[in-house]
């Protein structure tokens, strides 16, 4: 349904996407992971015909959006990062003029308000002045624009940044409601890996303007078959043990996160001994040690050396 092939950005010097490769079938629920400044919004900005790509190019249906940006902006639906909405209006008066944008009115657009003010349920708080609304509430409100014209396609870049708990569940369980019960085509950027390992089927990860890795999260994690995740809780930070632990032989991969440290070793490498002497030497305060099933923020750990959110 929409693929891009060898699609490059450079703002001057600065190569912000390198050859990138995608593709999304019809139905499918797509993310795109990185960390931020990896491309994410770039490439996005070029699928939905935004921003013009330096080299390579984007078909829907076949059809170059390069070439006729018209092809693909009727289906559509862009919910950008920023919040973009008339705060001094009320929902539903931000909702009428978006509409309108769209070329919906009378009765048509009347329906339409009320159909995505149920989807995103703010139904009852309509008449209220967005700029009352939580942070949530907005990004929700943001959503609800980006449905109005019932697109087949929608690409959301990062819609749950900065909001409370409850309004990131309503969202995710909205997207997932809107893909699968509603056969919405969706492209989700995040870098949060937990968002895209719940709503995606199939998962890019992009770091430094390149596609890195490709699949759904099984394949993905699959890349540290051969391989295991040892996570050593602390009572807080130890950066000598951290370089200590990179000095081991077999350990292929440390970083320090939260709550401790996390080690990437080969499978059944028998390394806990030489990790409980380091850690003794360093006189760290264990909390637990286990041996974990791998996740996307491992495989990207395992591919770049670094933590997802650096
Ligand atoms: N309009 C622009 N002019 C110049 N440089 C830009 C522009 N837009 C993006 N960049 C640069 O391109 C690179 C990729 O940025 P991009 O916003 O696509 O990343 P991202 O993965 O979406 O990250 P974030 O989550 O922070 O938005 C960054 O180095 C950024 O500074």
């Not at 705060?87 to 309108?100: C, D, P």
């Not at 085509?185 to 890195?212: A, F, N, P, Q, W």
Request: aromatic share 6%.
């Amino acid at each position: 349904m929409l693929e891009t092939t060898n699609l490059n950005k450079a703002f001057k010097k600065n190569k912000a996407v390198i050859d990138v490769n995608l593709y999304l079938d019809k139905g499918e629920s797509v993310g795109l992971l990185g960390p931020n400044g990896a491309g994410k919004s770039t490439t996005i900005s070029m699928i939905s015909s935004l921003v013009k790509p330096t080299s390579g190019d984007v078909t829907w249906h076949g059809k170059s959006i390069v070439k006729d940006p018209n092809a693909i902006r009727l289906h559509l639906g862009v919910v950008p990062q920023e919040i973009a909405l008339y705060k001094e209006l009320s929902a539903s008066e931000n909702l009428k003029f978006f509409g309108k944008i769209y070329g919906l009115k009378g009765k048509a657009l009347q329906d339409q308000i009320d159909k995505v003010l149920g989807i995103v349920g703010l139904a009852e708080r309509k008449d209220e002045l967005v700029k009352h609304y939580s942070g949530g509430m907005q990004r929700r409100i943001n959503i609800a624009v980006a449905l109005l014209h019932e697109p087949e396609f929608i690409i959301m870049d990062e819609p749950t940044v900065g909001i409370d708990p409850q309004s990131r569940n309503y969202i995710l369980e909205m997207v997932q409601k809107l893909n699968k019960e509603k056969g919405m085509t969706v492209l989700y950027t995040s870098h949060y890996m937990e968002e895209v390992e719940r709503l995606c089927d199939r998962i890019y990860i992009m770091d430094h303007g390149k596609i890195i890795a490709a699949g759904t999260k099984q394949e993905l994690t699959s890349i540290l078959s051969s391989e295991e995740t040892i996570f050593v809780e602390l009572d807080r930070s130890y950066p000598e043990l951290v370089t200590e632990l990179r000095e081991i032989d077999g350990v292929l991969r440390v970083v320090e996160t939260d709550k401790g440290i996390k080690l990437i070793t080969p499978k059944n490498s028998r390394l806990l001994g030489n990790i409980f002497q380091a850690a003794e030497r360093q006189q760290a305060q264990l909390i637990s040690v286990n041996v974990q099933v791998p996740t996307l923020e491992d495989v990207f750990l395992h591919l770049t050396g670094r933590k997802l959110r650096d």
